[in-house]
T-cell receptor, first 116, second 112 residues
């Protein structure tokens, strides 16, 4: 299947700093990428939908100024957690939707964010 | 909003047993996807379904798109230890719908 690369896989940062997570579709173009957050033993919670060249659409309750999303190309979307706090510690997962052919969505390996 | 009810939430089985899990929805879906997630990893796509009644296999895994378009099941035959993980169903509703709706997951534990 198609490959979605997410980096970094794990990050530890101090409270108040900003963290950027990258999501790349390695062998296909993705006009739409998604960012999820997953709490322990829970399902994936959609944070925002990112369309190439336009502003991201955030789900209700997700602060767009805190979670900045940029989808500058068909193969790259970034999520920046600004002024991170301990409650932002979580597992963040991106996914990319195949633009052509079958309707399939592939996921990255996730990023474990720990804010001290 | 749309919700998927996935059951069972957890399963504890013996190696070699067959496994069955399902998802139901209150609304119609055009696409059903089944994923497996292992600890610390992102979900990995197992099977994708696009037509009502479609039955698709991937090795020991078989999934079906319900004819009402409101449900799907996943079967695993002759389970092995590496089948351990959390299985998620996900569906996409309507033409042009972007978001996937996820089930709550089924946690599979296998006793050797």
């Amino acid at each position: 299947g198609a490959v979605v690369s997410q980096h970094p896989s794990r990050v530890i940062c101090k409270s108040g700093t900003s963290v950027k997570i990258e999501c790349r579709s390695l062998d296909f173009q993705a006009t739409t990428m998604f960012w999820y957050r997953q709490f322990p033993k829970k399902s994936l919670m959609l944070m925002a939908t990112s369309n190439e060249g336009s502003k991201a659409t955030y789900e209700q309750g997700v602060e767009k100024d805190k979670f900045l999303i940029n989808h500058a190309s068909l193969t790259l979307s970034t999520l920046t957690v600004t002024s991170a706090h301990p409650e932002d510690s979580s597992f963040y997962i991106c996914s990319a939707r195949l633009s052509q052919g079958l309707d399939i969505q592939y996921f990255g390996a996730g990023t474990r964010l720990s804010v001290l | 909003g749309q919700q998927l009810n996935q059951s069972p939430q957890s399963m504890f089985i013996q190696e070699g047993e067959d496994v069955s899990m399902n998802c139901t929805s209150s609304s119609i879906f055009n696409t059903w996807l089944w994923y497996k997630q292992e600890p610390g990893e992102g979900p990995v796509l197992l099977i994708a379904l696009y037509k009502a009644g479609e039955l698709t296999s991937n090795g020991r895994l078989t999934a079906q798109f319900g004819i009402t378009r409101k449900d799907s099941f996943l079967n695993i035959s002759a389970s092995i230890p590496s089948d351990v993980g959390i299985y998620f169903c996900a569906g996409r509703a309507g033409q042009g719908a972007q978001k996937l709706v996820f089930g709550q997951g089924t946690r599979l534990t296998i006793n050797p």
